[in-house]
């Protein structure tokens, strides 16, 4: 799988950090080259770092929708786009502010709207776009209310872009994890006491890890999943089921 992506052009948003490190790291050792997008430059020169001669930064603070436009507009032309960049504010319903609603729009939905279309004519016929989404979308969890409407939203999206860049042969799916283990996903659900009630309902009684996540976002990147298109791929350990 991994093979098919050798010298392939990618864009991978969210790249500082967690699964979007992660997928860069795994694409540009497959022989890729992966347009890293993130806000921090430390982080991106780190990116840099690992691999200079397939990694190429690009510092881009997402929320702002014209010079994201703009940069995007000179990235070189591309077999594929990972929108991975998101936000979570966990919090009961009753104290989510304004300005954590707007954050949520702002980074897991619009981003990923502004980043896709301004990037449609960079996007070769026959590319492939995998926006990385939740079991959120369709299941609710305490304090994810916010969290939760962005994500089903990216959902919808996805399956519209998947029928609006069919005559393009672009194909467009999610993966769409359960708890992910990330450094941040391991702090925050070390505590058996939050994380029993939900492994009780995961069969596999374990969380998603990072390698899993890339391996399906590899898949739906390569030509292996040529006739997969408008699919949200859950990667929950058969939480859906229980």
């Not at 591309?78 to 009753?94: H, M, S, T, W, Y």
């Not at 981003?111 to 959120?136: C, E, K, M, W, Y």
Request: proline content about 5%; aromatic content about 6%.
């Amino acid at each position: 799988m991994w093979d098919d992506l050798k010298n392939k052009v990618i864009l991978v948003t969210g790249a500082g950090a967690g699964i979007g490190q992660a997928l860069v790291k795994q694409l540009a050792t497959a022989g890729a080259t992966v347009i890293a997008v993130a806000r921090s430059d430390v982080q991106l020169k780190e990116l840099t770092a690992f691999d200079p001669k397939h990694i190429q930064p690009l510092q881009l603070d997402l929320a702002e929708w014209q010079p994201v436009r703009e940069a995007l507009a000179k990235v070189p032309l591309l077999d594929g786009l990972v929108n991975n960049a998101g936000v979570a504010i966990i919090k009961p319903f009753e104290e989510l502010t304004e300005q954590d609603f707007d954050t949520h729009i702002n980074v897991n939905i619009k981003a990923v709207f502004n980043v896709t279309q301004a990037l449609l004519p960079r996007l070769r016929d026959g590319a492939s776009i995998v926006n990385v989404s939740s079991i959120a979308a369709s299941r609710s969890f305490a304090g994810h209310t916010a969290y939760s409407a962005t994500k089903a939203a990216l959902d919808s999206l996805t399956k519209s872009l998947a029928l609006e860049l069919g005559p393009r042969r672009i194909r467009v799916n999610s993966v769409n994890p359960t708890v992910v283990l990330t450094k941040m996903g391991r702090d925050n659900w070390s505590d058996p006491a939050k994380s029993g009630p939900l492994l009780a309902h995961i069969p596999l009684n374990r969380f998603c890890e990072v390698q899993e996540v890339v391996d399906a976002t590899g898949y739906l990147l390569s030509s292996k999943s040529s006739f997969v298109n408008g699919h949200h791929i859950l990667l929950e350990g058969g939480y859906a089921v229980s």
